[in-house]
């Protein structure tokens, strides 16, 4: 069987380790992708001949996007949660490698992507305009499970975490970089030249720890002391709550999973993941939102890429909760116009609702 990952080591000690699923217009982490990084990623735990590990992606248009939605759409709960644990333990052994690991990023980092990017000890990312990083689980009514929300937590405080996890939106690079979450952008003309220079230099020195105290005033008002945290909670849900948009629940689930992290620890937060996970995989939205994502992914790839503009008229019958976001993740993927049927016209006028909010929030957070 083809492998996903190709090691090569140098006389210099620099290593890369090249991401390339075959068959794939993409990088998947399927279930046969993640055996094959775990027995990988054993290996280098006794290499004591490399001093820097460079991750790369074969794929010219991106790095790696998350999941096959194939193998979680149906998935039994304690499955799901079996393998949020597997790809927790996973991404813990990458991140203790004895030697530093840079994640070079030329295109989309997406979701289990964005995870082992955001896992390892440094992460550059290339000045492309197609290039950005994000974790939009939640848009699949879904969340991050291989311990991202402690990560971003720890990276770039409670107030960014939520956001991100929240949203689902993805970041471009200079974002990523003036929030902490990457250690440097690099023009893409001399990107692997560049990659290379930077490993050569963290190979003969020990990688500084993120930081992991909140810097700034009012970051360590309110997310440096317990009340300030408490508050930053508090008001988190009382905004999920007031926006119908937010009903669902998954990012409900995510703001408990937060809270699990800062308060019992990352063990206890890892295992909110994993339970969280399990359960909103079993959702009929969950359901729903990855059978879409699975078709549209297949649609493409059947004529030839990513466009969902080519998708002619689009409709989804029923204006509940699901139906709803069914609409709105067509429109986000630019198949327009969507119709939206319903017998109820107050079914109608919610899901109108929620879709203009939440097309607001994000022209907001585009703007800022």
């Not at 297949?298 to 069914?326: C, Q, S």
Request: aromatic residues 4%; positive net charge.
């Amino acid at each position: 069987m083809p492998r996903a990952f190709r090691l090569e080591v140098g006389a210099d000690r620099l290593a890369t380790l090249t991401f390339d699923l075959p068959g794939r217009p993409v990088n998947l982490l399927t279930r046969a992708v993640l055996e094959e990084l775990d027995a990988t990623v054993g290996d280098l735990a006794l290499d004591r001949g490399i001093g820097c590990l460079v991750l790369l992606s074969g794929k010219p248009d991106g790095f790696a996007a998350g999941a096959d939605p194939a193998e979680i759409t149906g998935a039994d709960p304690v499955e799901v949660e079996a393998g949020a644990r597997f790809g927790q333990r996973l991404l813990a052994a990458w991140e203790t490698l004895p030697f530093p690991t840079v994640a070079a990023v030329r295109g989309a980092c997406l979701g289990g992507g964005a995870e082992l990017a955001l896992a390892s000890s440094y992460l550059l990312l290339s000045d492309r305009r197609d290039v950005e990083i994000g974790l939009p689980e939640v848009r699949l009514g879904l969340l991050p499970a291989w311990g991202a929300c402690g990560r971003l937590l720890r990276g770039a405080g409670i107030a960014v975490a939520l956001d991100l996890l929240s949203t689902g939106r993805a970041i471009p690079p200079e974002r990523a970089l003036a929030l902490g979450l990457a250690d440097a952008v690099i023009p893409d003309a001399v990107f692997l030249e560049e990659v290379r220079r930077f490993s050569e230099v963290v190979a003969e020195r020990p990688r500084p720890p993120r930081p992991r105290k909140p810097t700034g005033l009012a970051r360590r008002l309110f997310e440096g002391t317990r009340i300030g945290r408490s508050l930053l909670l508090a008001q988190a849900r009382a905004r999920l709550l007031a926006e119908p948009a937010s009903r669902p629940p998954a990012p409900l689930a995510i703001l408990d999973v937060v809270r699990a992290h800062l308060e019992r620890g990352e063990a206890a937060g890892r295992e909110a993941e994993a339970r969280a996970l399990g359960r909103l995989a079993a959702s009929g939205e969950a359901a729903n939102l990855l059978h879409l994502s699975r078709t549209l992914a297949e649609r493409a790839a059947r004529e030839g890429g990513g466009d969902f503009r080519r998708l002619r008229a689009p409709a989804v019958v029923g204006a509940g909760e699901t139906g709803g976001a069914l609409a709105r993740l067509l429109a986000a993927r630019g198949a327009s116009p969507v119709r939206l049927r319903d017998s109820s016209p107050a079914a109608l006028a919610l899901a109108l609702a929620v879709a203009a909010a939440s097309f607001r929030a994000q022209a907001g957070e585009a703007e800022a």
